[in-house]
């Protein structure tokens, strides 16, 4: 798997009066952060990429690839949300089947798969359990190992680990990285948090008011020659 690029062509979209335009280019294979304000169109952002919401015009392509009228399960992209992201009555194992098949009709390979994809989050000693009787570090390790069924090389996170403890949050975050480096994932990620950021991320996209308005390395971001609108953002003017 070698992660694609995502560009963003004038992506024009509208929530009522919050209008967004994304323009930018996402870098293939390495991790992005995705940082800005509260309500500046971060998840917005992803949901144009994961096909949950459509742009009024402008493209998205992945990699050469339009992903105009294409259905989010046809895209090449898996998505982890803050919270909610598995079925309460469904074991571990049939949770992360979902990522294989919609109906659960599972095949030697497929059950391989997912064999292996509990292994490598820490998660095959748990997969009977339902998600009530797990942490909330192991219900995000679900579903990391349902992202990774899927053999999606773009990968999307939005805020996945914020619920969690800063010293897991640090772990699940390292965790991220050593998939990624394995798997050579495009990962693009929300996140508020700079130690993250500087943990985890490649590149920093930053957004404010529907518009990117910085983008570079993330060395770039976190050191005193951080764009002015970011350190606006972290509180220091400079
Ligand atoms: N489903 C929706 N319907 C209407 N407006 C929405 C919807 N989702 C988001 N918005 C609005 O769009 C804007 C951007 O929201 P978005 O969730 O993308 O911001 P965000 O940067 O991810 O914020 P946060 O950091 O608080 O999660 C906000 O003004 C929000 O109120």
Redesign the pocket.
């Known amino acids: 798997m070698n992660g694609p690029t995502i560009r963003f062509d004038q992506v024009a979209f509208a929530?009522?009066e919050?209008q967004f335009l994304f323009d930018a280019t996402v870098p293939d294979g390495a991790i992005t952060a995705l940082m800005?304000?509260?309500?500046?169109?971060?998840?917005?952002?992803l949901n144009l990429v994961a096909g949950f919401e459509t742009p009024k015009s402008g493209r998205i392509l992945i990699g050469e690839q339009d992903m105009r009228d294409r259905a989010p399960a046809a895209r090449p992209v898996s998505m982890i949300f803050q919270e909610n992201n598995l079925f309460a009555h469904l074991t571990v194992e049939q949770n992360v089947g979902l990522g294989r098949s919609p109906s659960l009709k599972l095949t030697a390979d497929d059950k391989r798969a997912i064999a292996d994809a509990l292994a490598s989050t820490g998660m095959q000693n748990k997969n009977n359990r339902l998600p009530r009787e797990l942490s909330g570090g192991e219900r995000q390790r679900v579903a990391i190992a349902r992202a990774l069924v899927r053999q999606c090389p773009v990968l999307l996170l939005d805020?996945p680990f914020a619920s969690l403890g800063p010293a897991l949050r640090a772990d699940m975050l390292d965790e991220i990285r050593a998939l990624q480096a394995r798997l050579g994932l495009t990962v693009l990620f929300?996140t508020?948090h700079p130690e993250d950021a500087s943990r985890l991320a490649d590149h920093v996209l930053f957004?404010e008011n529907?518009h990117i308005t910085a983008q570079g390395p993330a060395k770039s971001f976190l050191d005193e020659q951080a764009p002015a609108a970011f350190r606006r953002y972290m509180g220091d003017a400079g």
């Open positions: 929530y009522n919050a800005g304000p509260s309500g500046s169109g971060k998840s917005t952002l805020e929300v508020h957004l529907g």
